[in-house]
Nanobody, 123 residues
Framework: QVQVVESGGGTVQAGGSLRLSCAVSGRTSSSYHMGWFRQRPGKEREFVCAISRSGGVTNYATSVKGRFTISRDNAKNTVYLQMNSLKPEDTAVYYC????????????????WGRGTQVTVSS
């Protein structure tokens, strides 16, 4: 059974930074492509970014490109999301997911999901 657990959420002022972590257990994280999604209040869950198994290739939503960086440490079975220049519209629950579809940007590309971590950006 693969488990995905996010951490690192919190409240930050606009312009600030946060780093989210995603720990994968039950199987080595290098078996999966990994993605981050978010669900803003009153909105559907949306793609944020993804990273290939090796970490060599990444994919970002236009809204976060240049501000967010996804990375992974397969030795630690952990994926990271560094979020800089945060905006109030980045306020959301952030979800980490594991899947076998390369750099998938839709929910169905991913098989395992965490429960999410809240990020709140105040203006």
């Amino acid at each position: 059974q693969v488990q995905v657990v996010e951490s690192g959420g919190g409240t930050v002022q606009a312009g600030g930074s946060l780093r989210l972590s995603c720990a994968v257990s039950g199987r080595t994280s290098s078996s999966y492509h990994m993605g981050w999604f978010r669900q803003r209040p009153g909105k559907e869950r949306e793609f944020v970014c993804a990273i290939s198994r090796s970490g060599g290739v990444t994919n970002y939503a236009t809204s976060v490109k240049g501000r967010f960086t996804i990375s992974r440490d397969n030795a630690k079975n952990t994926v990271y999301l560094q979020m800089n220049s945060l905006k109030p519209e980045d306020t959301a629950v952030y979800y980490c997911a594991a899947g076998v579809s390369p750099l998938g940007n839709i929910l169905y590309d991913y098989d395992y999901w965490g429960r999410g971590t809240q990020v709140t950006v105040s203006s």
